[in-house]
């Protein structure tokens, strides 16, 4: 009997029970120790608050959903092109890697100002924070892929006399895109939290604001109700664009190893 039920259900089942509990038992506890709406709001408070406000936490949505997605794009192209300078050259790679460590492990919250003052506020700064957190995996998991290439494979084509650009499009590339794929999942939740952090500093200007700048809002308003509504369409974007990358990720993986 278990068996006839779909994969998918079977895997999701546990974890929506859980979450669904957790939600009644969130529930009861407000009702039961009447504490204050704005303290912590009950599930169907929240639920009431976003409901309200549904255009423009769509809204909000969309925009932010766009400001990651275009960092993510571009962190792949980036990240890429330099992984793959990176793989042709030990001292090119020696002297420049630890500067893309730098991206990672530099405070963005430190950054996120200066890029607000350099290029002024508005969605091509969101985007740039959010790249700034996001390129790094890619690089890293891309130049570990293009290195991680049988020696034995690499003698081969020098035996054959291949070129280093034959060498890069023909065996390292390859070889790299399931170090790539793993690479895009984590930058992918990065996108979106770059995204909203970024949003808390450049977001200001932008004709419709993003989710970041809806958080920022309701915190000194009280409003927590609708605090915790965009705090779980963030989780939703989140889960939405991992998913979809893990999904597109298996794709290719399978059609390359079929």
């Known amino acids: 009997m278990i068996k006839s039920i779909p994969k998918w259900i079977r895997a999701s089942g546990p974890p929506v029970g859980t979450f669904l509990a957790l939600l009644v038992v969130w529930e009861a506890v407000v009702r039961v120790t009447g504490i204050q709406r704005f303290v912590l ?17 769509v809204d909000a949505t969309c925009i932010t959903a766009m400001e990651a997605l275009s960092a993510l794009t571009a962190s792949v192209i980036v990240g890429s092109a330099v992984a793959c300078v990176f793989s042709q050259s030990k001292p090119v790679r020696a002297s420049l890697f630890p500067y893309a460590i730098f991206l990672q492990t530099v405070p963005i919250v430190a950054i996120a100002p200066l890029i607000v003052i350099w290029f002024n506020a508005g969605f091509h700064s969101v985007v740039l924070v959010s790249f700034i957190i996001s390129v790094f995996p890619i690089i890293s998991n891309m130049t570990a892929g293009l290195m991680a290439v049988d020696q034995g494979l690499i003698d ?42 970024g949003e808390f500093f450049a977001g200001q200007s932008l004709g419709d604001s993003g989710l970041g700048y809806h958080i920022q809002s309701a915190v000194p308003l009280l409003q927590t109700d609708l605090l915790f509504a965009t705090v779980f369409a963030s989780t939703f974007l989140g889960v939405t664009i991992f998913g979809s990358v893990s999904l597109i990720g298996s794709w290719i993986l399978a059609r390359r190893f079929d």
Not at 41 to 52: G, H, N, R, T
Not at 162 to 170: G, H, M, N
Not at 182 to 197: E, P
Request: no cysteine; aromatic share 6%; net charge positive.
């Open 41 to 57: 709001p009950s599930p169907l408070q929240i639920l009431e608050a976003a409901w309200k406000q549904r255009a423009a936490l």
């Open 156 to 197: 081969l084509f020098q035996l054959n006399r291949a070129s280093r650009w034959q060498v890069l499009w023909k065996l390292r590339l390859p070889n790299s895109v399931p170090h790539l794929v793993t690479g895009v999942k984590t930058s992918s939740g990065a996108a979106v939290i770059g995204a909203i952090v």
